[in-house]
């Protein structure tokens, strides 16, 4: 994307930790008004302010959601049980992270 010096890459990579952070609250809340009104709220603005692709942004969220869908799958150490509806949930926050910043 547009991230192309070092510190357009440190705000990219601090602004995939913000939304990973808040992801999580909204996995631990239950409830994804959290994730929408302290971080996804104008991000998709902000982006096009900067000419940063949403898309390229997007694409990050979704590696993110693909890596802890991969961990709440993971079954070592863990009882067996069906998780789907939590990997769904999981992967529901993720999808709505990527779809408030793409264009």
């Given at each position: 994307?547009?991230?192309?010096?070092?510190?357009?890459?440190?705000?990219?990579?601090?602004?995939?930790?913000?939304?990973?952070?808040?992801?999580?609250?909204?996995?631990?809340?239950?409830?994804?008004?959290?994730?929408?009104?302290?971080?996804?709220?104008?991000l998709?603005?902000?982006?096009?302010?900067?000419?940063?692709?949403?898309?390229s942004?997007?694409?990050?969220?979704?590696?993110m959601?693909?890596?802890?869908?991969?961990?709440?799958?993971?079954?070592?150490?863990?009882?067996?049980?069906?998780?789907?509806?939590?990997?769904?949930?999981?992967?529901?926050?993720?999808?709505?992270?990527?779809?408030?910043?793409?264009?």
């Open positions: 994307g547009n991230a192309y010096t070092n510190r357009r890459m440190a705000a990219c990579l601090r602004d995939m930790e913000i939304i990973l952070r808040y992801v999580t609250y909204a996995i631990l809340a239950g409830d994804a008004s959290v994730l929408d009104d302290r971080c996804l709220n104008g998709r603005e902000t982006y096009q302010a900067l000419g940063t692709p949403g898309s942004v997007a694409v990050g969220v979704q590696k959601k693909e890596a802890a869908v991969n961990i709440a799958n993971d079954p070592n150490g863990i009882t067996k049980g069906d998780c789907s509806q939590l990997i769904s949930e999981v992967a529901s926050y993720f999808d709505r992270a990527a779809a408030a910043v793409a264009i």
